[in-house]
Nanobody, 120 residues
Framework: QVQLGESGGGLVQAGGSLRLSCAASGNIYTINDMGWHRQAPGKQRELVATITKGGSTNYADSVKGRFTISRDNAKNTVYLQMNSLKPEDTAVYYC??????????????WGQGTQVTVSS
């Protein structure tokens, strides 16, 4: 059974920083892409950032220059460093990892979500 566990959300003032973490556990054979999405109240879930197994990154225009995605392949963990936070960054943040378990097919797994609230 593969599971993702997220941590690091919370309440921060505008201009502040937070670091989110998402660790995969279970019988994992390999992990390809990892990413972060977010969903604000009344809005659709949107892509924030992705990172390939080789370390290539992609960001939503709204977070470029402020957020940094990284990964530790030895720990099956993806991180999202969020700086210069704005009230419009307030959302539930979800991580996802494209995982092939030891037994089973490769597919996307999702974290439970962590709340990020930025006050003005």
């Amino acid at each position: 059974q593969v599971q993702l566990g997220e941590s690091g959300g919370g309440l921060v003032q505008a201009g502040g920083s937070l670091r989110l973490s998402c660790a995969a556990s279970g019988n994992i054979y390999t992990i390809n892409d990892m990413g972060w999405h977010r969903q604000a109240p009344g809005k659709q879930r949107e892509l924030v950032a992705t990172i390939t197994k080789g370390g290539s990154t992609n960001y939503a225009d709204s977070v470029k220059g402020r957020f940094t995605i990284s990964r530790d392949n030895a720990k099956n963990t993806v991180y999202l460093q969020m700086n210069s936070l704005k009230p419009e960054d307030t959302a539930v943040y979800y991580c996802n990892q494209n995982i092939r378990p030891v037994l089973g097919a490769m597919r996307d797994y999702w974290g439970q979500g962590t709340q990020v609230t930025v006050s003005s």
